[in-house]
């Protein structure tokens, strides 16, 4: 069964960095490209970004474009959101998950961590 | 970017009940659509994927159809565990969107 567990959250004031992680319990996670989402207390989910299995592919929210950075150690099967320069904005629940994919792309989210909280506050 | 709208953002109805959640998207996206259920504290499911293929594990009662902009999720007979929030999200193209969100909610 596929296990994905995120750690790293807390309290961070503003302006200042974090880097949350995400563990991958199952198999074969170097063949998956992996994703971060976000939800912000009481609200819906915001895709944030995802990479490649062999981390050479990127994709950004613009909004976290230049602050964020999403990096991979497959030899660890873990995940890693860089995050600098935090702003109220980017208080959510962060959550990864694998990637599905169709022929040619990711395609849809599944399996989901249970998330790790990320509050930005003076 | 591709905005996504979901109609309506909650609804009340009883155990048994045919549900039918509608998600639009402000341009064609083909059938690049998923379908997620969340219940409150815990993380999203997927449910439906490419808009109309039921995710393995997931009951039967769940389906979803529609192409291009328009796209809805249904639940034939609604049962007690499926009063949640269900997000739809489309993968066309970047950067990707979830609908705000439907509650479905015990009448």
């Known amino acids: 069964e596929v296990h994905l567990v995120e750690s790293g959250g807390g309290l961070v004031q503003p302006g200042e960095s974090l880097r949350i992680s995400c563990v991958d319990s199952g198999f074969s996670f170097s063949w998956n490209w992996m994703g971060w989402i976000r939800q912000a207390p009481g609200r819906g989910l915001e895709w944030v970004a995802h990479i490649n299995g062999d981390g050479d592919e990127k994709y950004y929210l613009d909004s976290v474009r230049g602050r964020f950075t999403i990096s991979r150690d497959n030899a660890k099967n873990s995940l890693y959101l860089q995050m600098n320069s935090l702003g109220a904005e980017d208080t959510a629940i962060y959550y990864c998950a694998k990637l599905g994919m169709l022929a040619g792309g990711p395609n849809w989210f599944d399996p989901w961590g249970q998330g790790t909280l990320i509050t930005v506050s003076s | 970017a591709i905005q996504m709208t979901q109609s309506p953002s909650s609804l009340s109805a009883s155990i048994g009940d045919r549900v039918t959640v509608t998600c639009r998207a402000s341009q064609g996206i083909r059938s690049d659509l998923s379908w997620y259920q969340q219940k409150p504290g815990k993380a999203p499911n997927l449910l439906i994927y490419?808009?109309?293929k039921l995710q393995s594990g997931v009951p039967s009662r769940f389906s979803g159809s529609g192409s291009g902009t328009d796209f809805t999720l249904t639940i034939s007979s609604l049962q007690p565990e499926d009063f949640a929030t269900y997000y739809c999200?489309?993968?066309?193209?970047?950067?990707?969107?979830f609908g705000p969100g439907t509650k479905v909610e015990i009448k």
């Open positions: 999200l489309q993968d066309h193209i970047y950067p990707w969107t």
């Open positions: 490419a808009a109309s």
